[in-house]
């Protein structure tokens, strides 16, 4: 028997929740709690004959009404699934109700896009004696990508030296613009300045000024561009011997050019104005304006090919190593009612909410997903819908 309370009902909850209802033998009492209710009892209308869901509505920016909510129904676990600003808040929750918490995005404060692990590393000593698990940021990227670094540097490297995490969406939605996640998130991350690790420092550069074509399997060449990403700062911090470390991500042109626009007229602002007497946010307000994420999966076609290029060294000798995953938009849709994002990043948090509750990535303190044994969750992505390639001694292009 488990108890889980899922947090949120996007496109990312959608998927999850799916997935734990088809894994019903693990997942067998279930919450959505989100701030509109209506969504978390759409997903639990198509999920009814499989695993009966139940639906409350919550403001998760707010401690008092989750710790009234956790207490009320007593879970093993909450699954966040909400947005990076609720992550505090829910584990302060978490901490005052005795339970054990996993997101997929690291926090990130309303006012101030830029986003950085110390705020929930902060946590680990508090969920240590409370003798509580935290798992962090178990999508796909970050989530996956730090399962295969961990992954190679346990079965095929000594050492590991560069790491380029290399994510392609070459799917088409069939819209002039949209964003395959929260579009404020999204779009806070991309006009970031870039970032990357090299020779023990961290190396700045312009929004989107360093980029190059790419090979990705069974899509071909595209551009993709140097991002500043989560997972480089715990990845960095996890295996001391990496040298390099960047996260490179494609966009096509006609996405880069709604951007510029959006950005030029001030549309992707987070500071707040006033118009006719209301304070509005401009990002949040395009936000409302722009397709939902989780509802552009029906015409959504092509693959998106997410992995790790590695280089290092093994027996002494130089090794250069790929590993990914290649999602399909429309097969996606087909089992879940998603998109391949959706989908690449909701699995990933269900198999890591499910390794918790079998007791195989249970241990006291705050984590990331590199710090498990990696194994485990190896064989449920293959099972689990997202199977992984390996191809060695490649030119990794970079
Ligand atoms: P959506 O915007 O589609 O869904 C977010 C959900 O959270 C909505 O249902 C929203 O409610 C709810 N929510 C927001 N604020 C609150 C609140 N204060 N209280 C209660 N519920 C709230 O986002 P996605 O599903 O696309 O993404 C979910 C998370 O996954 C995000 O944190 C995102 O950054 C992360 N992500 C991680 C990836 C990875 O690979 N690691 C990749 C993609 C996403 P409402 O419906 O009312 O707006």
């Known amino acids: 028997m488990s108890k889980v309370i899922v947090i949120g009902a996007g496109g990312v909850s ?15 009492d279930l919450t959505i ?68 918490y996993l997101d997929t995005a690291n926090y990130e404060p309303v006012d101030e896009a830029k986003y950085a692990y110390h705020w929930q590393w902060a946590y680990k000593v508090r969920f240590e004696q409370a003798g509580l698990t935290a798992i962090l940021g178990c999508g796909f990227d970050p989530g996956v990508t730090g399962v295969f670094t961990a992954y190679a540097a346990k079965h095929h490297f000594d050492e590991v030296h560069s790491l380029d995490i290399v994510d392609c969406n070459a799917g088409d939605h069939h819209h002039p613009f949209a964003t395959n996640f929260n579009p404020e998130i999204n779009i806070r991350e991309i ?7 090299e020779d023990g420092e961290w190396k700045e550069t312009e929004p989107l000024s360093v980029h190059r074509p790419l090979h990705y399997p069974h899509i071909g060449e595209r551009e993709s561009y140097l991002l500043y990403h989560e997972e480089l700062e715990s990845l960095v911090k996890h295996f001391p011997t990496l040298r390099r470390a960047r996260f490179w991500m494609t966009f096509g042109q006609e996405y880069l050019t709604h951007l510029q626009v959006i950005q030029n007229i001030g549309m992707a602002s987070i500071h707040p104005i006033r118009y006719k007497g209301i304070e509005i946010v401009p990002i949040q307000f395009l936000r409302a304006v722009l397709p939902d994420p989780g509802d552009i999966g029906e015409n959504y076609t092509g693959q998106t090919s997410i992995g790790c290029r590695i280089g290092g060294i093994r027996h002494g000798k130089p090794l250069s190593y790929y590993i990914y ?12 009612g ?13 198999i890591g909410a499910k ?31 997202l199977p992984w390639h390996e191809e060695f001694g490649i030119d990794l292009e970079i």
């Open 33 to 100: 709690a989100t701030r509109t209710k209506s969504k978390a009892d759409r997903i639990a209308s198509e999920i009814r004959h499989t695993l009966p869901v139940n639906t409350v509505q919550v403001d998760a920016d707010n401690v008092h009404e989750l710790i009234a909510l956790f207490k009320a129904s007593k879970p093993d676990l909450v699954v966040n699934l909400a947005l990076p600003y609720q992550d505090l808040t829910i584990m302060d929750a978490c901490l005052a109700c005795g339970v054990n």
């Open 325 to 336: 995953n290649n999602s399909d938009h429309h097969t996606a849709y087909l089992e879940t």
């Open 191 to 197: 006009t970031q300045r870039g970032k990357y690790y």
């Open 14 to 28: 959608t998927v999850a929740v799916k997935k734990m209802a088809m894994n019903a033998d693990v997942f067998t």
């Open 355 to 385: 390794l918790f509750l079998q007791g195989l990535w249970q241990r006291p303190g705050v984590w990331n997903t590199e710090e498990f044994d990696p194994d485990p969750f190896m064989k449920e992505l293959n099972e689990q819908g």
């Open 338 to 350: 998603a998109q391949a994002v959706s989908y690449t990043t909701g699995v990933p948090a269900m």
